[in-house]
């Protein structure tokens, strides 16, 4: 959700935040905006609608080269997606830009405030505010960092703020709480983003901004402190991968290309997991096992797709743990008055690691005493940061907006957490665990052969084009995947999707079922669980007797389904907790498939953003 950049350097700074904006855009916006520092005078543009918008206004009213910049995309939030309301922001002489990504709460009486000091402002945004507060103070203390300090601790709310000043045109500032930035250190120069994508052309070497921190940019170096001026202890790391990753290497779409990359991100995510002496290591939790030995709960907390991983490990984690485990929708858990303590595990999952409603999920879990543990796949991002302890995951960048290589691997993630937990808490025998490590070794090459046998399932997805809606049904670790199944079809194609407990069919879903409508179900291996198995072939002969059109996913081997499978989708047997892991990928080539037929944009779904910063 909106995406910023800044930058100081030798380079023009212009071309350098187009070029970061455009990285930027799987994030999701309505309009895009620069402002550009030249020999002591402020340029900028913005308009509504798509990156390309911008770049043709500037084809037509370019702007001067400068050293000093800042860009962004917005997602509207306070006012409509126009070229008013777009960033950066203005004040009235026009000596101030500023670009926001967050909301500020108490901007009204911010803003009735300065109406009544004779400003004038010209947007809905409340944003806009920030512009003319830091106008007053520079005026003052005539020092952009310290200007920035002295507003943020008047602004209530969450918010990124990245400002620059005509009168000190070699300096960018930028403000967090609550809400993504990184700082990029190159040779001569610094960056500021929302994401290392915007800049990992010109640099892989950043740095983390903590909570409630300013820092100030020259081409010499980088100066962060807290809001009250004192120095600010941060950290420094090194991005593991290259811009080649956030490029679509030959694909057309982002998406179609981290489908195809989860065997390497699943591998990738299990290497380095177990030591010398056979025991699985996770050498990044930082909570004592001691304190893992006495948990007498867990609690995991996620939104979207992160929250049905969430939901296949609390199957893995009770079985293998006996330890009981609650999976709670992020954006609802603190409002209930959660029984929570000192002994209780909570389990935060975000891809990003900024999901707002995750982050206010977990601050208020250690409000209460208990242990945190993050599941991310973006170092230095705020919700490792503030957790007691962190797994990540090794993803890559995931630029597509509907999440694939980040499920899966947050599923390895959580599965390798599960075992970890068994081991230290002796439920779980060490060859045993190492069995299981070896089975989800062997899921990357499954996720392969998927793969390789998809062209089926896209031809199908494009004789459903027309369709308005399809069901999904599942049992067992199966429930979560069509719950994931309709979700990826109700972001990318815009039809009516639901998932449902395939048991729950006879109290109340069958009534959906008509002639010829698609119903996509999730079959449990027939081995272990036979029960199961027994039950889901009675829900689709079910459905099918009432004329829907079953699409089946099943395992290799399995004939008792192939009778009353209008549509038979084979996946590698795997041991059935792990399942999950090979029925959800047709299920995601699927969706793509058909939001392509119908002509929709894969990569950016309407009305939605890859990271949800605000709540």
């Excluded at 370019?62 to 997606?81: C, M, N």
């Excluded at 008055?337 to 002994?343: H, N, V, Y």
Aim: hydrophobic residues 45%; glycine residues 8%.
């Amino acid at each position: 959700m909106c995406g910023i950049v800044g930058y100081v350097g030798g380079q023009s700074a212009l071309d350098v935040v187009i070029a970061g904006l455009r990285r930027l855009e799987y994030r999701g916006y309505d309009s895009a905006g620069v402002a550009v520092l030249s020999d002591g005078s402020m340029a900028a543009a913005k308009k509504a609608g798509k990156l390309v918008n911008l770049e043709k206004e500037l084809d037509g009213r370019p702007l001067p080269t400068g050293s000093a910049g800042i860009g962004h995309t917005r997602w509207a939030t306070h006012g409509g997606p126009t070229d008013a309301n777009a960033h950066p922001h203005l004040d009235n002489a026009g000596r101030v830009a500023v670009v926001h990504n967050g909301i500020i709460e108490n901007f009204a009486p911010l803003r009735a405030e300065l109406a009544e000091r004779g400003h004038t402002l010209e947007s809905e945004t409340d944003t806009e505010v920030v512009s003319h507060l830091l106008a007053e103070e520079f005026s003052s203390c005539g020092d952009l960092a310290e200007a920035m300090r002295l507003v943020c601790r008047r602004l209530e709310g969450a918010f990124t703020l990245v400002a620059v000043h005509a009168d000190q045109p070699d300096v960018v500032v930028g403000a967090r709480r609550n809400s993504p930035l990184v700082v990029g250190v190159g040779e001569g120069e610094a960056f500021l983003a929302s994401d290392v994508a915007a800049f990992i052309a010109h640099t892989r070497s950043a740095i983390e901004l903590g909570q409630d921190q300013v820092v100030e940019l020259r081409r010499d170096g980088v100066t962060v402190t807290d809001f009250d001026g004192a120095p600010a202890d941060v950290r420094s790391y090194h991005v593991d991968w290259d811009a080649s990753a956030a490029e679509k290497g030959g694909y057309d779409y982002f998406m179609l290309k981290e489908i195809a990359e989860q065997p390497k991100a699943v591998a990738d995510t299990l290497l380095g997991r177990i030591d010398g002496g056979g025991s699985l290591r996770l050498d990044e939790l930082r909570i004592p096992d001691a304190v893992l030995r006495e948990a007498h709960k867990v609690v995991i907390v996620a939104c979207g797709t992160a929250f049905h991983a969430g939901l296949i490990a609390k199957y893995a984690i009770e079985h293998w743990t006996r330890v009981p485990c609650e999976v709670e929708l992020a954006s609802e858990f603190r409002y209930r008055d959660p029984i929570l303590d000192q002994r209780t595990l909570v389990i935060a999952i975000s891809q990003s690691g900024e999901t707002m409603d995750t982050l206010m999920a977990l601050r208020h879990a250690r409000a209460q005493g208990a242990r945190v543990l993050a599941v991310c796949n973006t170092n230095g991002s705020t919700i490792p940061r503030e957790s007691d302890g962190v797994l990540y995951t090794h993803a890559g960048p995931e630029v597509a907006v509907a999440s694939t290589k980040a499920f899966l691997t947050q599923l390895v993630a959580v599965y390798l957490l599960a075992l970890y937990l068994g081991q230290v808490r002796g439920t779980k025998w060490g060859d045993e665990i190492r069995s299981v490590v070896r089975d989800l070794a062997r899921i990357a090459d499954d996720v392969d052969r998927v793969l390789e046998t998809m062209e089926p399932v896209r031809e199908l997805a494009r004789s459903l084009a027309d369709k308005d809606t399809v069901l999904f049904l599942g049992r067992h670790v199966g429930y979560p995947v069509a719950l994931e199944g309709a979700l990826k079809l109700k972001e990318l194609a815009y039809m009516h999707a639901e998932g449902f407990a395939a048991g729950e069919l006879k109290h109340g879903p069958i009534a959906l079922i008509e002639e010829d409508l698609p119903v996509v179900v999730v079959v449990p291996s027939p081995r272990g669980r036979s029960v199961l198995h027994d039950k889901i072939v009675s829900n689709i002969q079910e459905i099918r007797a009432r004329g829907a059109r079953t699409i089946v996913i099943a395992e290799e081997g399995d004939e008792a389904v192939t009778p009353y499978a209008d549509h038979l989708i084979r996946i590698p047997a795997t041991p059935v907790l792990l399942q999950p892991m090979v029925s959800t990928v047709p299920l995601q080539v699927f969706a793509c498939e058909l939001a392509t037929a119908r002509g929709n944009e894969v990569d950016q779904p309407r009305n939605l953003a890859k990271s949800v910063t605000v709540e």
